[in-house]
């Protein structure tokens, strides 16, 4: 049975440490089945990424003693993914059909559209 929502990822949503959520980005987050979320700081006006599951108890990294943020651009992400190597998660069928590689990341793409030609 799923749990009833908080409201900690509402945009709007304020934590007792004054961290707002101003966005969704839809990327993944560091813990299990979270997505991350850009907070901005009440304080200084700081903005940087965080899981879902830590904006209830969250803590401004640049004025208030909080860890450094998660990133927030998927651009950058996507280009660490590919500097560092495919992974287990990319080596998979490719799911546009494509006979060239063994999936989008063997193909040198990370894009929605792969570079190997096929198509969605």
Known sequence: MARAPKGTTTIGFTNPRLQTVIRATRLPGTDHGQ???????????????????DIHARRCPSCDGGRPGLETDSEKIWAAKISNGPTTAFRQPCLYGSSRGTGPAECGSMARVP???STP
């Open 35 to 53: 997505k991350i979320y850009v907070l901005r700081c009440g304080s200084c006006g700081a903005e940087y990424g965080a899981n879902g599951s």
């Open 115 to 117: 570079r190997c030609g």
